[in-house]
C-alpha cells in the first residue's frame, strides 16, 4: 500500500520561496508517477506539477510555470516542487499523490487514486 507524507508547508512572504516534500512509502518509489495538487476551501483541487513515472518527465500548471520546479530524489524516495515568487493566489493546501500508469498527461486529479494528507501554505504580508 502505498502511503505519502507531505510536508512543507508554512507562512511566507509575497515573492518569497518555499520548498515542499513528498515522502512516499510501502511501494517501489520509481514505479510511481507523483503528482502535486492544491485546494483552497470552498474551491475544486487544482494541478500544481508532476513528474511521469514513464520517463520522468515533468508537467506543470499554467499558472506555476517559470516559478515553480518539481524534482525527484529516488535514493531518498521523494518528490520535492520548490515554489518560487510566491503569490497571495498560491495560499492553499497543498496535497501530494501517486499513479503508478503510464501517461502522456500526469495533471488530472482522477488519475490519482493514493494522497497525501496534504501541507498549508500561506503567502501573506
Known amino acids: 500500500e502505498v502511503q505519502l507524507q507531505a510536508s512543507g508547508g508554512g507562512l511566507v512572504q509575497p515573492g518569497g520561496s518555499l520548498r515542499l516534500s513528498c515522502v512516499v512509502s510501502?511501494?517501489?518509489?520509481?514505479?510511481?508517477?507523483i503528482g502535486w495538487f492544491r485546494q483552497v476551501p470552498g474551491k475544486e483541487r487544482e494541478a500544481v506539477s508532476c513528474t511521469l513515472v514513464n520517463d520522468g518527465s515533468l508537467q506543470y500548471a499554467d499558472s506555476v510555470k517559470g516559478r515553480f520546479t518539481i524534482s525527484r530524489d529516488n535514493a531518498n524516495h521523494t518528490v520535492y516542487p520548490q515554489m518560487n515568487d510566491l503569490k497571495p493566489e498560491d495560499t492553499a493546501v497543498y496535497y501530494c499523490a501517486a499513479d503508478p500508469l503510464y501517461r502522456v498527461s500526469c495533471l488530472r486529479e482522477s488519475q490519482y487514486k493514493d494522497w497525501g494528507q496534504g501541507t498549508l501554505v500561506t503567502v501573506s504580508s
Open positions: 510501502g511501494v517501489i518509489f520509481e514505479h510511481y508517477g
